[in-house]
């Protein structure tokens, strides 16, 4: 069998060892002979490259490892690049989160004006990554994970639309577990999904098992009692008391239309002001993250360096990450597996913008994905979704036009926000602190 070539870029990024340790757990279906990292940050990148070194030579020696911060060394004779970049690291998720939350508006890494100001700075950092893809390695591909996925996505649309990349989120992936669990089935796997929306903005239409019963019924059931929070993802990396409170929220948002399960994220657009009162303006989910997951996996890794080994270290493979080796063979293998893919409408959901980046379920294969068609949507979902796609195009043609007019119409659109005036002061607290990393915008 083939052995494959990987590059991750953003090597270090909190999540590196568990998908080193999760691509480790998979190498008989996806052979691996060479691992590298890439990082724009070298002191960041070594820490965990370093620990991943001491743990590959112990685990898996026969796979080269390098890490690197040349975009030449680090793509050039790969086979797929995994992409998981923060451009501004958590110091940036911080204000992201906590200048909306000044004007009392919901701070989010991905949702509100947040999301915004952190696509506004993503578009250049994943756009810079796809050209060394293409100038080193014509034909890898790049499986996309940075987030805010749906602003990202709909930038390599406009800007480099023949690309090999295909961009995908793991909620949907945790919450199909979840729902499982619900049915007591096994895995997700054991489900065939329909689904439609944006990226962190969609729901569940259909949920049947292997025999086509209908497993719509049992799971609303346990969502209309307590949301996704009486089940369990097998796979969870979503732990901390911040997301249980997500997943018991869904019932209220499951609440609003009961035909279908809801995105957890759709809490931020239809519950704005219960976030709100829910957060602390001083201590957002980047202090939790830094002061969690960020300790966490440092310390492990500090650990290993120190002792020169990794014997009971703290690293763990990344089982929920498993979904990326899945998309990896089925573009290696041409399975056919089916995935939900932030792809371009094109008529897919029949009643919306054919030019919107949507995310619906998509056959995977050699050559690339196969949509498949989710036909009219409802209005209720409808409407939500022009307005945020609205916000999205804005935001990505803000960037690219170098347009404060159509940055400030972004954050006014936001369901999240009340009105131009809070748009417009949260917009120039964005601008101040992004001036390192936004196009100058007038
Ligand atoms: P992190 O800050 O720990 O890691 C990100 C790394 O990217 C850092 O080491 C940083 O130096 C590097 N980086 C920033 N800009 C870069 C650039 N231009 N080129 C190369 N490297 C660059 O962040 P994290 O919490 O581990 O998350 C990593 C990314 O994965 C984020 O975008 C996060 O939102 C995303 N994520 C997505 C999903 C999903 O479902 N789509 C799930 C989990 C995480
Ligand atoms: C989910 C989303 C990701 C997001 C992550 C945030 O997995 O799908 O897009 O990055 O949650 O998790 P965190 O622990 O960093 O708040
Ligand atoms: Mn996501």
Partial sequence: MKKFSVVIAGGGSTFTPGIVLMLLDNLDRFPIRSIKFYDNDAKRQKIVAKACEIYLKEHAPEIEFTYTTDPQRAFSDVDFVLAHIRVGKYAMRELDEKIPLKYGVVGQETCGPGGLAYGMRSIGGVIEILNYMEEYSPNAWMLNYSNPAAIVAEATRRLRPDSKILNICDMPIDLEEKMADMCGLKSRKEMQVSYYGLNHFGWWSEIYDKDGKDLMPEIK?????????????KTDQHVDQSWLETFQKVRDVYAVDPTTIPNTYLKYYLFPDYVVEHSNPEYTRANEVMDGREKQ???????????????ECGFEPDVHASYIVDLACAIAKNTQERFLLIVPNEGAIENFDPSAMVEIPCVVGSNGYEKIVQGAIPRFQKGLMEQQVAVEKLTVEAWIEGSYQKMWQAITLSKTVSSAKVAKDILDDLIEANKDYWPKLS
Avoid: W
Wanted: charged share 25%; net charge negative.
């Fill in 297 to 311: 996996v440092f310390g492990a890794c500090k650990e290993i360096i120190e002792k020169g080994t990794s014997k």
């Fill in 221 to 233: 059931e346990h969502v209309a009692a307590n949301g996704f929070a009486d089940a369990i993802a």
